[in-house]
């Protein structure tokens, strides 16, 4: 087993079951992908964890509607989120329904937890209440009398509800935040954190007796456990909280990739929990911002919403990660659009990795009969490859997954550049194209790993054609990038483009 410092633990939030996949879900769902592909690389032990949210209102709701149990509609629902991340590729290790058994006792756990530190108790709570959100507002926070998030009208709720005291953590979350100063990135998104708990923490009402699809809390059941202290569990569910506790010291605490409208969550009200229940905060929240379509956050009632099957259709599994990896840098709003989706696509993947590829298989079947050529030890590509691969590493730890790629990027741009300059094709056959074709074939090794994370089966595709065996998985950085590790001899064919030109 790898040792405790060598775990990297990586969640996407669980999605709700009220909704089918679209194109925001599928945001985080990759970049978490590409973050867990890139440590794998790495040699850490990865636990990648995402899932699906089935409690609450919202869930209930929908399944009424739609005439079945919130079950039986979970059941249906799920399926469409495990298809699409098995369509593009997403390599979970886990995937955690919270109508799980295991889930389940994991939050009567937690709630039992925070119940004996005596940080819940019951009050009667009456509040403006959004169904899309599962949460509270005041008065003041709402846009003319809507959601501020969903712009929909919110409802009057008066219950009987058991509170958790987050009044108390106001301090201990201060501290935490002056002595972990990375806890929440970008720093922006910090402050909004912080200045959310500097205007004063109020207790939040973790319990419901209006609705019975959830989990009972341990103590009460006539009421069942509000669907974001269940769903936030889920974190520590999968890691093992209940039955396994080694696996829980070496994967908790973990790093989560959410959106900036559950930033409260899962910087306030997460870390509170934890701590009443004597547990360590997470390691990391990376938060980003929306997927903006045409200036529009994508909603069922916009009709704005896009799948991601349609964007496969169009560009391939490659082509969709590439772009939501590349395009969409990760913290700000960003605009999706088919015409920059296609820019991309053509000036990265066609252009620049499927021309390099295409030209240097086509010239070493000119050249050499199609037997690879081994790189000079000091070819002029190699500082290059040594000075990108320190921004590419940097960058996937902090996760700015659009840097790692421009670095990415910029070695197969020079290598083109190379080739270009040196113009093997005219060459006669002989020991100068030989070495220039083994330089190049070098640097298409060292890429088939570096983009793996991003575009994987371009990469197993480009490491078949040069002749390579063994998936890119399974190589080590950064030995596995140390230049001069294309041998000699190996069949190198020539095939279809990797990626037609779009129009
Ligand atoms: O909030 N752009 O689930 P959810 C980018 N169940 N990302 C987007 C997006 C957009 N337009 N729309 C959604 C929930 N997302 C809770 C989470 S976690 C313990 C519980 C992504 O189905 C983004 O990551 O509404 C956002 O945080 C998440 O989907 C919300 O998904």
Sequence with gaps: MACVTNSYYVTTPIYYVNDAPHIGHAYTTITADAVARWHRLLGRDVRFLTGTDEHGLKVQRAAEENGCTPKEWADQTVVRFQDAWAQLGISNDDFIRTSEQRHHTAVQKLLQACYDNGDIDLQTYEGLYCVSCEAYFNEDDLDLGNCPIHGRPVEHVAEENYFFKLSRYEQPLRDWYETHPDFVLPTTKRNEALGFINQGLRDFSISR??????????????????????????????????????????????????????????????????????????????????????????????????????????????????????????????????????????????????????????????????????????????????????????????ISPSEALDATWRIIRETNAFLEEAEPWKAEPGPLADAILGDALEVLRIVSILASPAVPDACAEIRRRIGLTGDAEEERLPESIEWGGYPAGLLVVKGEPLFPRLK
Aim: glycine share 10%; charged share 20%; hydrophobic share 40%.
């Design 209 to 398: 007796t209006s609705i019975d699809w959830g989990i009972p809390l341990p103590w009460d059941t006539g009421h069942v456990t509000y669907v974001w202290f269940d769903a936030l569990t889920n974190y520590i569910t999968a890691a093992g909280y209940v039955d396994d506790p080694a696996s829980f010291s070496h994967y908790w605490p973990a790093i989560h990739l959410i959106g900036k409208d559950i930033l409260r969550f899962h910087c306030v009200y997460w870390p509170a929990m934890l701590m009443s229940a004597g547990l360590a905060p997470p390691e990391r929240v990376h938060v980003h911002g929306f997927l903006l379509v045409g200036g529009e956050k994508m909603s069922k009632t916009r009709l704005n919403q896009i799948a991601p099957a349609d964007l496969v259709a169009d560009f391939g599994v490659d082509g969709v990660r590439h772009h939501f990896l590349h395009d969409q840098i990760f913290g700000p709003d960003g605009d999706f659009s088919h015409e920059g989706m296609t820019a991309r696509f053509n000036a990265d993947l066609a252009n620049n990795l499927g021309n390099l590829l295409s030209r240097v298989t086509t010239v070493v079947g000119s050249k050499c009969g199609g037997v690879g050529t081994a790189p000079r030890p000091d070819s002029p590509l190699a500082p290059i490859v040594a000075r990108e691969y320190r921004i590419i590493a940097e960058s996937w730890e902090r």
